[in-house]
């Protein structure tokens, strides 16, 4: 015999929440403690004889995707100089920061700052050998990326990048982190 049962009805959809304010949505995450890590690339030279200008960006929203392939990804505003410069150029890395790395993070995520080159300046670091974009001394790890996707996602591109070389010069320190709206350490 035929089941004559009436189908059973399908649950409304659930509307976007359109009435969460900027200030709740941002209160919110802020509950959700991150790693910081800097993003650096090298600008391509402006002439045949000129090294490019170095540039790099304080990042919180950055994540492992695939192990295989390695794949990471990081979050950019968009029309950031950084969201620029990796949408012209494929080569960028990143350096994994160790708590007593607090320092260089602010300075990279100051809003109005100097130029990048001054940035640098009294930073120790090395040029990644596949990228030459600058990999900090004392990180907890440093990755080179090129650029596999990019994602605009809202006010924001999500860059998926293959990693090239994975080091860990400081394997030993804690994790910078980012809470709340500060910058903390574990424990």
Same mark, same amino acid.
């Given at each position: 015999?035929?089941?004559?049962?009436? !189908?059973?009805? $399908?649950?409304?959809?659930?509307?976007?929440?359109?009435?969460? /304010?900027?200030?709740?949505?941002?209160?919110?995450? #802020?509950?959700?403690?991150? *790693?910081?890590?800097?993003?650096? #690339?090298?600008?391509?030279?402006?002439?045949?004889?000129?090294?490019?200008?170095?540039? *790099?960006? @304080?990042? @919180?929203?950055?994540? /492992?995707? /695939?192990?295989? !392939? !390695?794949?990471?990804?990081?979050?950019?505003?968009?029309?950031?100089?950084?969201?620029?410069?990796?949408?012209?150029? !494929?080569?960028?890395?990143?350096?994994?920061?160790?708590?007593?790395?607090?320092?260089?993070?602010?300075?990279?995520?100051?809003?109005? $700052?100097?130029?990048?080159?001054?940035?640098?300046?009294?930073?120790?670091?090395?040029?990644?050998?596949?990228?030459?974009?600058?990999?900090?001394?004392?990180?907890?790890?440093?990755?080179?990326?090129? @650029?596999?996707?990019?994602?605009?996602?809202?006010?924001?591109?999500?860059?998926? *990048?293959?990693?090239?070389?994975?080091?860990?010069? /400081?394997?030993?320190?804690?994790?910078?982190?980012?809470?709340?709206?500060?910058?903390?350490?574990? *424990?």
């Amino acid at each position: 015999m035929l089941n004559t049962k009436p !189908p059973t009805p $399908r649950p409304e959809n659930v509307p976007h929440a359109g009435g969460v /304010s900027n200030d709740e949505f941002r209160a919110a995450l #802020a509950r959700l403690a991150a *790693g910081v890590v800097l993003v650096t #690339a090298q600008e391509p030279p402006l002439d045949e004889d000129g090294r490019g200008e170095d540039v *790099g960006m @304080t990042a @919180t929203a950055f994540m /492992s995707v /695939s192990l295989e !392939p !390695p794949l990471v990804t990081v979050s950019l505003r968009n029309g950031s100089r950084m969201d620029d410069l990796l949408d012209e150029q !494929p080569l960028w890395a990143v350096s994994v920061l160790a708590a007593s790395q607090r320092h260089i993070a602010g300075r990279f995520a100051m809003k109005g $700052r100097i130029s990048d080159r001054l940035l640098f300046e009294d930073i120790a670091y090395v040029r990644g050998e596949v990228t030459r974009a600058p990999l900090i001394g004392g990180a907890l790890a440093t990755l080179e990326c090129r @650029t596999e996707q990019r994602v605009v996602a809202g006010d924001h591109t999500l860059v998926i *990048g293959r990693v090239l070389t994975a080091e860990l010069p /400081s394997p030993e320190g804690d994790p910078l982190t980012y809470f709340k709206g500060r910058y903390r350490q574990l *424990g």
